[in-house]
């Protein structure tokens, strides 16, 4: 792996290099899950290297150590006669797939298990300091200073990601005609929240950055925002804009639009 591709800032310059490794990564996994839910296994081969390995083990053979697998090719000819005996040899019913892909993450080797520390080291801090605040003032009085803030902040949250997609003019295609790089663009908003809202939310408004590119830290969307036209074009909501999206229920093929329902029983009529 390319050493740039470990680091978690955007080195100066190189936002446009880092977001085109992230589509081409993003890409490579959208058509291969089309090819398999399309049933056109025949190309499935052609996105392994000449010497590419694919390798379907248990998690308990993983986790011991052990070599063998349920599945093992060591070669795209392999794989290629793996489809040839499946389509003439193998008898088996009929099945459909249908892939459901997030935004890949690309991490340094060695960063998985530090993550995974991380995060039990935050779940454990978090579940000391509750229980000493229950223990010091009891669990009522904790619950009457917590949850109040606790429901508000996740009301605010429920909201600032639905108006992330949930627009008037936002992106819906079907799936023939769908394209990632359009549903990051057209499909996300950039909420323009005013600037103290801006920085207790951590940037969450610049959600279209995001989708390009989950690796850029918050603290940096702006600037990715500011310094790449590919940005400049993408739909922009004001604070008022976000409050009034969450009328918005029903998508109109005709005019292509989130509609409330009321407009739809208007257009009905």
């Known amino acids: 792996m390319p050493a740039e591709l470990g680091k978690i800032e955007l080195a100066p310059g190189r936002d446009l290099v880092m977001l085109e490794r992230q589509f081409a990564v993003q890409d490579l996994n959208a058509r291969y899950a089309e090819a398999i839910d399309d049933d056109r296994l025949e190309e499935w081969p052609e996105f392994f290297r000449p010497d590419g390995r694919y390798h379907i083990t248990t998690a308990e053979n993983l986790a011991q150590g052990f070599p063998i697998g349920i599945v ?20 088996y019913e009929a099945q459909r797939y249908r892939h459901v892909l997030g935004t890949p993450r690309i991490v340094a080797r060695n960063a998985r298990p530090r993550m ?72 996300s908003s950039y909420l323009k929240l005013p600037q103290p809202l801006q920085f207790i939310t951590g940037n969450i408004g610049l959600h279209h950055v995001h989708h390009m590119s989950a690796r850029i830290p918050n603290y940096n969307l702006q600037r990715a925002h500011d310094e ?33 329902f009321a407009q739809a029983r208007a257009t009905r009529a």
């Open 116 to 187: 995974r520390r991380s995060v039990i080291g935050t779940d454990l801090a978090l579940a000391t300091i509750v229980a000493a605040l229950c223990w010091l003032i009891g669990w009522p009085d904790f619950l009457l200073v917590w949850a109040p803030a606790a429901l508000l902040a996740g009301a605010a949250g429920i909201w600032l990601f639905y108006v992330q997609h949930q627009f008037e003019h936002t992106y819906w295609q079907r799936s023939q005609g769908w394209s990632y790089t359009d549903a990051a663009l057209r499909g």
């Open 72 to 91: 093992s090719a060591t070669s795209r000819a392999m794989l290629r006669d793996r489809i040839k005996a499946l389509r003439q040899a193998n008898v």
């Open 228 to 260: 790449n036209p590919i940005f400049h074009e993408v739909p922009t909501l004001s604070l008022w804009d976000g409050l009034r999206a969450v009328r918005l229920k029903l998508w109109d093929e005709r005019s292509r639009r989130l509609v409330t």
